[in-house]
């Protein structure tokens, strides 16, 4: 008998071959199954709610997993996060453990992910502290022209301008929130939240917004980019390091079994894994 546990967690994903498991290469997803292995030979795989990619980080990613349920009796929530953090690899922490409300799925359960990706546009401000999670921007940004073509991007769209295709699936999504502001003064923060990201896609549309932000283009390409949905070379693909996984939205515990399985039946006719 077991008990589905949901695990939120932080990391920092330099080093990391990013979240999913590989053979021979550190990943955040082998660390913390090497974690819970330690501490129950039986505990078998973890369920995240969003794969991020090499030198991508974290702070409000969340997991389910399945233990046994005496492990789970025995040790409660307290204990089992002390034993995670003492064995999981020191760039990651676990921020909470807790059983899942029934129907629960890391995945499918989710409304919506938060990213966030941070530049620095101010030579005379770069900070070599930053350089593992900002990436330096070496030409100045308006932000304004920024935040009204990230405005473009918020309904149900076809993506495919911005995403590295995999056969059979989906480019379409639903951003519910754009945001670009400055941290600071220094630091270009954009944030986005939808309901799920294709492959490099945040990474893609930071780079489209950077070429406005420097006046190479028009706000108006943004809603180019979308009409065209095919992949655009001339988008940029930012590096991952300035990317981070912020916080994953759910619905009341009564309602994550739904919203699962609707999810699990829209990706099966769009045939997306």
Not at 41 to 46: A, Y
Not at 186 to 192: A, D, G, P, S
Not at 216 to 228: K, S
Request: contains cysteine; aromatic residues 6%.
């Amino acid at each position: 008998m077991t008990t589905r546990l949901v695990v939120t967690l932080g990391y920092d994903g330099s080093g990391f071959a990013g979240w999913a498991r590989q053979p021979h290469l550190p990943t955040v997803q082998g660390a913390l199954e090497s974690a819970l292995q330690v501490i129950d030979p039986s505990i078998g795989p973890v369920t995240c709610a969003g794969r991020t990619d090499a030198g991508v980080h974290a702070r409000g990613q969340v997991v389910h997993v399945d233990v046994p349920a005496r492990l789970w009796e025995s040790r409660g929530p307290q204990r089992l996060l002390a034993q995670l953090n003492r064995l999981t690899d020191e760039r990651i922490h676990v921020h909470s453990v807790a059983e899942a409300p029934t129907g629960f799925d890391a995945r499918f359960s989710a409304l919506s992910r938060t990213y966030s990706y941070r530049l620095c546009d101010d030579p005379a401000g770069w900070d070599p502290l930053f350089r593992g999670w900002v990436t330096m921007h070496r030409r100045p940004l308006d932000t304004s022209l920024m935040a009204v073509a990230a405005e473009e991007l918020v309904g149900e769209h076809d993506f495919a301008a911005f995403c590295r295709p995999r056969e059979g699936a989906s480019t379409i999504r639903r951003i519910v929130r754009t945001d670009v502001h400055r941290d600071g003064g220094r630091r270009v923060v954009v944030t986005l939240e939808a309901d799920a990201f294709c492959h490099s896609m945040v990474r893609s549309v930071v780079g489209a917004l950077a070429a406005i932000g420097e006046g190479r283009r028009d706000p108006a390409w943004m809603v180019q980019l979308l009409t065209a949905a095919r992949r655009d070379s001339r988008v940029m693909v930012m590096p991952p390091h300035g990317l981070v996984l912020e916080s994953v939205r759910y619905p009341s515990d009564d309602l994550v079994g739904e919203r699962a399985v609707l999810t699990r039946n829209f990706r099966g006719r769009s045939a997306e894994s």
